[in-house]
């Protein structure tokens, strides 16, 4: 990965005119690395269609949130697998209660805490 600066200033040189071979020689990379950023840069600029490279940064950050609660919830699952082993589904209900007041509905907490809702 090349830092941001450098991507910047490899742009402004194709962009001045000086060939993508002739880039890619002298600093020792791809054309197509050349040839990715140059359309990169066209995208941000709105001259062509595409994910701008915020929109991207965005989307990435959001799956690494969406990776990280589905492994919380993954635990959440079985920590709970293993209490209602032990305890009876009623025994949630003032947890359930608890959890509603930060949720929109008894839904959510129900089926994260694998409570049936006709037995709530």
Wanted: net charge positive; charged share 25%.
């Amino acid at each position: 990965m090349y830092p941001p600066e450098f991507r910047r200033q490899v742009i402004e040189l194709a962009r001045a005119g000086t060939r993508v071979k002739q880039l890619a020689a002298t600093f020792q990379m791809s054309d197509a690395t050349i040839y990715n950023w140059l359309k990169q840069e066209r995208i941000d600029r709105g001259e062509a269609e595409g994910a701008t490279t915020s929109q991207q940064l965005e989307l990435a950050a959001a799956k690494r949130r969406i990776r990280q609660l589905e492994t919380e919830l993954a635990v959440a699952r079985k920590v709970n697998e293993v209490f209602l082993q032990r305890a009876s589904p009623k025994r949630l209900y003032p947890v359930v209660e608890s959890l509603t007041g930060q949720a929109s509905s008894v839904q959510h907490p129900l089926r994260t805490l694998g409570v049936s809702e006709s037995g709530y």
